[in-house]
């Protein structure tokens, strides 16, 4: 059994920042993952990758809308992971997601040229943006 579990969000203005942080929890005898990512999903939208990070070899993939305002960190011998918005915008609004997966060639996500299929998620964390 996996478990991810969000924490942090909540309001902001233009221009302010946030924190998002996911704790990961194995609880079988192994999980194979190499990377952690950052999802968000709108009402009425599908739910878009925002920030990807391999656990090993430190690469780290970003949304175009996101690039240079959003930081993505591993922490705690990688089984967390942290979200810094920075410079937030309106359009940053949304639910938030962490997610635990692998890099595949065929992968259905893909972000910055990077592709991944990931395949455990938390329950997400709300982040709303006022203008």
């Known amino acids: 059994q996996v478990q991810l579990v969000e924490s942090g969000g909540g309001s902001a203005q233009t221009g302010g920042s946030l924190r998002l942080s996911c704790k990961l929890s194995?609880?079988?005898?192994?999980?194979?993952?190499?990377?952690m990512g950052w999802f968000r999903q709108v009402p009425g939208k599908e739910r878009e990758a925002v920030a990807v990070a391999y656990i090993n070899g430190g690469s780290k993939f970003y949304a175009d809308s996101v690039f240079g305002r959003f930081t993505i960190a591993l922490e705690d011998a990688k089984t967390s992971v942290s979200l810094h918005l920075n410079n937030l915008k309106p359009e940053d609004t949304g639910v938030y997601y962490c997610a635990t997966g692998v890099g595949r060639v065929d992968g259905s996500t893909v972000v910055a040229g990077g592709r991944f299929e990931f395949d455990h998620w938390g329950q997400g964390t709300q982040v709303t943006v006022s203008s």
């Open positions: 194995v609880f079988s005898e192994y999980y194979d993952y190499n990377c």
